[in-house]
Structures are given as C-alpha cells and as structure tokens.
C-alpha cells in the first residue's frame, strides 16, 4: 500500500540543468515532508525537509515546492551537477510514527 | 564519526537457513529502526524501536522478529529464510519516532540473498 507516490522513476538531465522529483500523498495528516538522497552502496542521508505550513523551502541549489490543497510536494534540483546524481527518495509522516517513503527516482547528470 | 554500522555487509543464505543481521549505534538515539529496500518498491518499513524495551511492526513485519538488546543495538532476524527476502536492509536510528527534523540516520546496508 502506497501512502506516498514518487515520479518519474528515473530521470536524465544535463549538467545546468534543473531536476524535478514530485511526490503525491493521500493522508492529510502528514505533517512533516522530507527528502532524502541515496548514492550507491550507501544508506540514504536527508537532505531537505518541510512542513504544510510552509509552501516553499529552499537550501542552497535544492528546492521543496508543497501545495497542500493539491496534496503534492516536489523537489527542485538547480543547476544540476554530476554530482548530484543518485536515487532520491520523498518522504512523509504522521504524528510520532515512523516515515513512509516513496519509490525513489534515480537520477541521472549528464556532463 | 561511525554513526550506525551494519553486520555483515553482503550475505548468501539457501532457503530454510536462519541468520541475525546486526546494527549498532553510537549517536545516543533513542529510536532505531529496520527497513528493506527492493528495486521500485522504496523502502519500507520492517520493525521499529521507538524506545529501549519496545518494539513494533512496520509494514512489512511478516517472516521477521526483532530485539533491541540496548540502547545502542537493535538486532533483526530471520528464522527460515525465503527467496522473498532477497533484499538490501537498512538500519537506521533516530532521537524520537516522528520527530520534526529529527532525521533518521542510516546505516550502508546488508545486502541479503536467499537461494
């Protein structure tokens, strides 16, 4: 049972490029929304989180867009740089339980 | 800076085996939790410890038990291992259960394979 659907599945962009991750949920009492990114052999790492009652939140190249009415939030990778390819994985959750995390998108930047 | 460390790395098991995959850590939290990772699926959430002393079913508990020996280890075993099971596991550990910017810290997995 999916609580959190996470698209594309994969992703190509070329390098400068911006990457764009969205992530749909249907339980409105999710209140806490983070991302998290996975290199290979590696466990996953947050790398930004937000709450509903924000609809935007930016730390440095990476942006968390939420619209809560539509009950989706995205994440906005600008200039993308090789680096920053690897497997990205939303994320919500509800009260004090655990996180449920979407599919992951692996993502590729091309030099 | 070990943060949570995971035992062993890479394992073979037939079917039928038993075996305990071990995590460990040493940033003082006080939850831990287990997750298995399977090409499309995500990750999803096996048991978790939100405390030493307790534990609780994820979403995928069946074929699994659990034991939080202390505060730092939190221990996950299967007893007659499956194909099904064929998995990466991740540990991870966190402050609180559900806490607001609490993040979960993982460990780098156990890659699990069941012949």
């Known amino acids: 049972q999916q609580q959190v659907k996470q698209s594309p599945q994969s992703l190509i962009v070329q390098k400068g490029g911006i990457s764009i991750i969205n992530c749909a949920y249907e339980n409105t009492a999710f209140d806490y929304f983070p991302w998290y990114q996975q290199f290979p052999g590696k466990g996953p790492a947050l790398l930004i989180a937000?709450?509903?009652?924000?609809s935007e939140k930016k730390e440095g190249r990476f942006t968390i867009s939420f619209n809560k009415s539509a009950k989706q939030f995205s994440l906005h990778i600008m200039d993308s740089q090789p680096g920053d390819s690897a497997t990205y994985f939303c994320a919500a959750k509800t009260g004090r339980r655990a996180l449920t995390f979407g599919s992951g998108t692996r993502l590729q930047v091309q030099p | 800076n070990a943060g949570v460390t995971q035992t062993p790395k890479f394992q073979v098991l037939k079917t039928g085996q038993s075996m305990t995959l071990q995590c460990a850590q040493d940033?003082?939290?006080?939850?831990m939790y287990w997750y298995r990772q399977d090409p499309g699926m995500g990750l999803r959430l096996i048991y978790y410890s939100a405390s030493e002393g307790t534990t609780d079913k994820g979403e995928v508990p069946n074929g699994y038990n659990v034991s939080r020996l202390n505060k730092r280890e939190f221990s996950l075993r299967l007893e007659s291992a499956a194909p099904s099971q064929t998995s990466v596991y991740f540990c991870a550990s966190s402050d609180a259960v559900g806490a607001y910017n609490q993040p979960q810290h993982f460990g780098d997995g156990t890659r699990l394979s069941i012949l």
């Open positions: 937000i709450r509903p009652d924000v």
């Open positions: 940033m003082n939290h006080n939850s």
